[in-house]
């Protein structure tokens, strides 16, 4: 059974930074494309970083290129994502999603529980 979990969510003040992590178990990843998403109160989950288990470019939404890096540690099995220059307008839950497809999407398989990023402003 696949079972991702976040970790490394909390409390910062704006400008500030925070590394989110996902540690993914339950089967051989290769073949997976893995991505970070959030969803801030009252608003839907919206894609933030994705990329591939095996290697490759990743993936960014416009909100967050140049401030957010998704990267992988393949023997944790884990994938992270850094976040600098944080903004209020990141405050959300995140969550980290496995696919096998190119791009994750809200209809990927596999979800993790989420972590609380909440930035002060």
């Known amino acids: 059974q696949v079972q991702l979990v976040e970790s490394g969510g909390g409390l910062v003040q704006a400008g500030g930074s925070l590394r989110l992590s996902c540690a993914a178990s339950?089967?051989?990843?290769?073949?997976?494309?893995m991505g970070w998403f959030r969803q801030a109160p009252g608003k839907e989950r919206e894609f933030v970083a994705s990329i591939r288990w095996t290697g490759g470019s990743p993936y960014y939404a416009d909100s967050v290129a140049g401030r957010f890096t998704i990267g992988r540690d393949y023997a944790k099995n884990t994938v992270y994502l850094q976040m600098n220059s944080l903004k209020a307008e990141d405050t959300a839950v995140y969550y980290c999603?496995?696919?096998?497809?190119?791009?994750?999407?809200?209809?990927?398989?596999?979800w993790g529980q989420g972590t609380q990023v909440t930035v002060s402003s």
């Open positions: 339950g089967r051989t990843f290769t073949r997976y494309t």
């Open positions: 999603a496995a696919d096998t497809a190119v791009r994750p999407s809200s209809r990927s398989p596999y």
